[in-house]
Every structure is written in structure tokens, then in C-alpha cells.
């Protein structure tokens, strides 16, 4: 970070809405508020990705890591969508989206029957990282997305890698947040009906670490994997 | 299921690959055969749907279906994707995508950290569903793609409701699987180092479902959810 607080500018808390990022259904579950998309960005490691590949869509599950108003994918310097953002000018066009699902929410008619969910949708070009710093801090954060603290405890990429690893930066600018919460919404005609109805919750679970066979003897199990 | 064992004719134990489907990655994690493709869709009830959209690719997160070789997904008539699918002739050219989060796998070297996974990407047309008999053999599907025997247990759709859903489909034809499985990957010279390493187990949980506190006296929680 630069500046001081005098001098700094502060980005606005909103992401500005453009005509692909307001939904065209249910715009009461669209957000473009900064602090929820980067809780939603944060609390995820994978996304899917998509791109266009002589003429159609590919969707591509892929991790990814949020550095502040930027976020970074990578892989192999062989694969296509990585070869394709770094041959292009100025850059690959991709949609990038994130999704959390909160629970089941079973109403009494079929037709209400939906998800709880949080979602985050990022539109804009992706383009080859080049900087090497930027690159090297971009891994980092590729494994600090997964298991936070985790790249400080693992032996850092080597040049050979560096060089093997292709990464993709994507700027948050052109982004929603979409999210359903609450219960169900039958309507009243359908309240009397005798079809259980309510929400399911849905959540993510870690189990126990499994060791690798062939640790090196001593070596604990870190503190940041003991919440598991 | 039609004909006698004699003349039926059985679907090829795997999908063919196609030039798209054959990764250029990894070409040992990737699969084409129907049993798996099929068990890693039964087991999701949320997709990303890539589309193109004005030239730019598009990744929504939606529910979807399947039924035998077809998948099915739905939404408003009044949504941008549906809308294209039925206006376009033959269809909208998607690439849908689910994806399973089975473990963390850290390597001791930045570079070999993983996910295990699995996943299915399907490319293809889809269609818009006009078949009056077939649009609700899909709604009931996509209702008991999340909670199985649910659909009979809630009131299906009316005619209004029925117009107001537009139901695409997309055969299962152009398809493969890819999935990561087992341990650590680290190169012999880092078998040393004193970072641990392993595999965390990543599942899906659902919690206690909690009734919509307008039901009915007496309705009781029903059976098939009571495995949560």
C-alpha cells in the first residue's frame, strides 16, 4: 500500500453496475457491494472459469486467489486458456464465478423449490503476469487461498517451476454479487398444503488430516491445520 | 426404457473423445467413461453454465438434472441465456461443468500443492424443451436432483407456472470426466524437508432442516429427509 491516509484513495465500497453484471431476473438478489464480494471471493478456493474457444464457451474448474482488487489464476504454461491469454492482445476475455451453496430450500409447490446461495460473478480480460514479483507473490496467494498461512511453510517455487507456471491476472472491476438467503416462498394459496416444507442447510466439512507416508520424522502437524 | 435384451440397443461403455474433450493437461486424469461421467453428475445438483453473450463468455451457477443421457436445466422464460437458447437456431452452444472438492493435497513444495477432485464437462447445443410431457418429466428431475423422492411430495407445477419455465436440454454426447485422486505428489529431493504434508478431506455436510414455521399442524419431517 502507498500513501498516506491523507493522500490515499479509498475505492468506493460499491463495484459500479454495468449492463452485463444487472441481472435481468430477481435484481433484489444482485449486490455490488465491495466488503460482500470479497467475503464471498474469500471464502473459496476454486472457481469456474470461462472462456471462448473457437467460438464456444468452456468452463473450467480452476483455483484461484484475491490480492486485493486483482485476482490470479495459473497453471501449466502448456495449457491452452493460459497460451491463448498470453498470445492475446489484450488479453482473454473471460467470466469468472464463485459459488457457495447455504441450503436446500424445499417449499410446498415444485415451482418454489431453490437454493440458498452466494455467488460472485467477475467479467473482464485476463492477462498474462509477467513481473515476476507479481507473479511469485500471485502463487503465494494461490496457496494462501486454500489453507491460510500455508505458503510461508512450504518450499517456494523454484526458477525451473517459475518458468513452468503460467499466471493470469483478472482485475475486480465489471462485478456482482448474487445471493438467495431466508426461507421459502410459497404462495398463499399453498400454505395449507400438507408437504413439508423449509431449508436444508448445506455446508463445507475438513476431516482429519492424512499425513503423507514418508514425512520426515517429527515433523507435527502445523497449528494452522489443527482447526480441522 | 424400451425393446427386449435382444434388440435394445446399450449406450458404448464410454463417451468418445473429441478434439475439446481431450485435455491438453493431464491427459492421465481424464476420462470418458459413462459409469463414472454419470455418478459425478448424480452426485451435484449446481453446474456453471458457460454460454457466450455478445461475444463474451458468461458463468452461471444453476441447477440442473439428469435423465439418462440428457441434462436439463431451467430457469425463467424471462433469463437472457433461455431466452438466446430458444430463439437460436438449433440452440446455444453451452459448455456446463460440476465439480466435486474431495481434498486439500499439501506438498512440501508450493508448487506440487493440489485439489483432488473430480469433475464432468459437457459441451454441447442446448435446446429449449417444447414437448409439453418432456418439460415436466425435466422439472420433477431437477426437483429430485437435490432431494431425492421430493418431487412427488410437493405440488407440481401448474399451467401458469409451467409457462412462466422455460426448460433447456443438452444431450450428453461431446463429454469427460477429470478427476485428481490419492496423495502427495513431492519430487524425490524434497522428501526431506521438514513441512508437513498430506491430504485434507473436503465433504459437503447437511445440517438439521429447519421447518418453515407456517407448516401445516402435523406435518411431520418426511423420511427422506431424515438421512441429514
Known amino acids: 500500500m502507498q500513501g498516506t491516509a491523507q493522500t490515499q484513495s479509498q475505492p468506493a465500497t460499491a463495484y459500479a453496475p454495468t449492463d452485463r453484471t444487472v441481472p435481468t431476473r430477481s435484481p433484489n438478489r444482485a449486490s455490488y457491494d465491495r466488503e460482500l464480494v470479497h467475503a464471498i471471493l474469500d471464502e473459496a478456493y476454486v472457481c469456474h472459469l470461462g472462456f471462448v474457444r473457437d467460438g464456444a464457451p468452456v468452463v473450467l474448474p480452476t483455483l484461484f486467489a484475491r490480492v486485493g482488487e486483482r485476482l490470479y489464476v495459473h497453471g501449466s504454461t502448456g495449457s491452452r486458456p493460459l497460451r491463448a491469454a498470453g498470445q492475446a492482445d489484450p488479453g482473454l476475455p473471460v467470466c469468472l464465478t464463485v459459488t457457495h451453496v447455504d441450503g436446500l430450500v424445499l417449499a410446498r409447490s ?5 437454493i440458498n446461495y452466494r455467488s460472485v460473478m467477475v467479467h473482464g480480460v485476463a492477462r498474462d503476469v509477467t513481473d515476476p514479483e507479481e507473479k511469485r507473490l500471485a502463487l503465494d496467494a494461490l496457496v494462501d487461498q486454500v489453507v491460510p498461512g500455508r505458503a510461508a511453510d512450504s518450499r517456494p517455487a523454484d526458477k525451473k517451476e517459475l518458468a513452468a507456471t503460467a499466471v493470469l491476472r483478472l482485475d475486480l472491476d465489471e462485478v456482482s454479487a448474487k445471493l438467495r438467503t431466508g426461507g421459502v416462498n ?36 502445523p497449528d494452522y491445520l489443527k482447526g480441522n
Do not use: N, Q, R
Not at 415444485?110 to 431453490?114: D, L, T
Open 110 to 114: 415444485a415451482f418454489h423449490h431453490s
Open 186 to 221: 410459497d404462495g398463499p394459496e399453498d400454505l395449507g398444503l400438507p408437504h413439508w416444507a423449509g431449508v436444508v442447510p448445506v455446508g463445507k466439512t475438513y476431516g482429519t488430516p492424512i499425513p503423507d507416508p514418508g514425512l520426515a520424522p517429527g515433523t507435527e502437524l
